[in-house]
């Protein structure tokens, strides 16, 4: 599938969420290059889908690394998402378990 992202959400006019629900997948991670906008955005909007939201930490960055840090720091210790590193979230898909 090849998605157009409008704006910084990757949901914001774009059909994902019913293209992931016809689908049945339930679980989004999350992964980009800008983490203070345009990853937190669409792992935002992914929750208000009522997706499970995973923010794959060593896929994302930032121009600056500082708060970058800070912004997965928040999230791993807030139940909202789940911040794991890629090979994790492979590991836990491979289990065919959940991911939370």
């Known amino acids: 599938m090849y998605l ?19 689908l049945g997948i339930d679980t989004v991670a999350v992964t980009g290059t800008a983490t203070t906008f345009c990853i937190l955005s669409t792992a935002f909007d992914a929750l208000s889908n009522d997706f499970k ?10 121009d600056n690394e500082a708060t970058h840090s800070k912004i997965l720091n928040i999230y791993r210790k807030n139940p909202l998402f789940q911040v794991i590193k890629a090979d994790e979230f492979i590991q836990a898909l491979d289990r065919g378990g959940s991911v939370h």
């Not at 939201?53 to 930032?62: G, P, Q, R, W, Y």
């Open 53 to 62: 939201t995973v923010l794959i930490e060593n896929c994302s960055a930032s």
């Open 4 to 22: 157009i992202k409008r704006r910084f959400s990757a949901f914001y006019k774009t059909d994902l969420d019913q293209t992931l629900m016809t």
